[in-house]
């Protein structure tokens, strides 16, 4: 199989770690993955702000990748609903005119013929390769699905109910690993109004780490690079802000299953996480 690899705007800057695990993964599992430099920003921005816009700019996105000829596979959550919902307002035949006359400058055009999955899907759609292939690693691990991976639903082809997620915990039921419930699992890491309200975002994310924590994980994971900065990047800023300790390695999905499939640490780039994760590795022999 083969995907155009979307990148979005903040994995390449922030969560260099999430694409080096998802390309030596992938390339792991027989999946091609090709890069498009044309690519650009998904729209998901602009929204809430410029609708029309907003579309313009992902359909052109979706418009390079048919051209192509290769389906699209996302890392980001966000990009991923944005492009996903740009595709299905295409449907509409009359929105599909409107914006292919914004993209004609562009010398763009979007038929509709392209599909979008986030890399998170499709290693669901591999997990039975991914249990044959991997090394059980003993692993308590929190899964954090966030609130773009599974909504709105309508966009994601009823993929799994968003009420009761449970594609994360097949992946790391496969590897080996024993999903760990906590409360609150489904809330927001808090990112979405960080720069808002600092002061509530960090509240709510050192709430999530707290009932992670309490469970008995040893470690949480995830599929969306903004949770990342919030659970990864933000902790010891949370810790020190609350007075509080945590210490909760915190993995991208790639990288966990990674693991299991006998790829070295540095490949998956665990050396720029920054909650240390050198005594998981250890407890794993890696």
């Avoid at 006359?101 to 290693?123: D, M």
């Avoid at 909504?151 to 968003?162: A, G, L, M, R």
């Avoid at 890491?189 to 309200?197: R, T």
Wanted: glycine share 8%.
């Amino acid at each position: 199989m083969k995907y155009a690899l979307f990148l979005g705007c903040t994995v390449p800057v922030r969560t260099m770690g999430y694409e080096m695990s998802t390309r030596a993964v992938m390339k792991k599992l027989g999946i091609e993955l090709v890069d498009i430099k044309e690519f650009g920003c998904c729209g998901f921005p602009l929204e809430s702000i410029d609708h029309d816009t907003y579309l313009s700019v992902a359909a052109r996105n979706l418009a390079i990748a048919e051209e192509k000829g290769v389906p699209v596979m996302t890392m980001c959550s966000a990009c991923n609903g944005s492009l996903l919902k740009a595709h299905m307002a295409m449907n509409d035949e009359k929105n599909k005119a409107h914006i292919n006359e914004n993209l004609k400058p562009l010398g763009r055009h979007y038929a509709g013929g392209i599909y979008v999955k986030h890399a998170a899907r499709v290693l669901y759609e591999n997990v039975e390769k991914i249990k044959e292939m991997a090394t059980p690693i003993p692993l308590k691990v929190a899964a954090h699905y966030g609130c773009h991976y599974t909504k709105p639903s309508q966009i994601y082809e009823d993929f799994e109910d968003p009420e009761v997620p449970y594609s994360i915990e097949e992946i790391v039921t496969a590897i080996g690993g024993e999903p760990v419930q906590y409360e609150n699992k489904k809330q927001c890491c808090g990112g979405a109004i960080l720069g808002i309200d600092e002061s509530v975002s960090l509240e709510m994310t050192r709430e999530k780490l707290h009932h992670v924590k309490e469970a008995g994980a040893d470690a949480l994971v995830l599929v969306c690079p903004f949770c990342d900065i919030m659970y990864d990047v933000n902790q010891r800023r949370i810790e020190s802000h609350f007075n509080d300790s945590f210490g909760i390695p915190v993995l991208f999905l790639p990288q966990l299953v990674g693991l299991a499939l006998g790829i070295p640490a540095d490949e998956l780039g665990l050396r720029l996480n920054r909650v240390p994760v050198r005594a998981l590795l250890k407890n794993l022999g890696d």
